[in-house]
């Protein structure tokens, strides 16, 4: 079961984002200014050391999927909070729901 949205959240003003791109930055106009996107933030603030020794540990091919996987969920998530910000629509009660959507995992019925 998900939790209720706690009303700070719900109270968050509703805004349309325009998205610009400033050499590889996504940003983002908002009613306090402009804002780099969370991708940016986080491809700009770490090491890649300990990434690619962990594709080297896996395995390109076992890397690349468990890196779809993660891409794929980190968008879902990603248009989930968007949606509610945008319009107040709450996003699906289970991570597990998102992962069986997922084109590359086979179907379970």
Known sequence: M???VP???RALPKYEPVR???GDERMYSTPVGPC???????SGSRDQSGL????ESVGEARA?????????????HHEAVERFLLDGTE???????????HPLLPRHH
């Open 7 to 9: 009303d700070r959240i």
């Open 64 to 76: 690349d999927f468990i890196s779809s996987l993660a891409c794929y969920r980190g968008n879902r």
């Open 91 to 101: 996003p699906l009660s289970t991570e597990h729901a998102l992962l069986e959507e």
């Open 2 to 4: 998900t939790p209720p």
């Open 36 to 42: 780099p996107s969370v991708t940016t933030i986080l």
């Open 52 to 55: 690619q020794a962990w594709r």
């Open 20 to 22: 610009s791109h400033d």
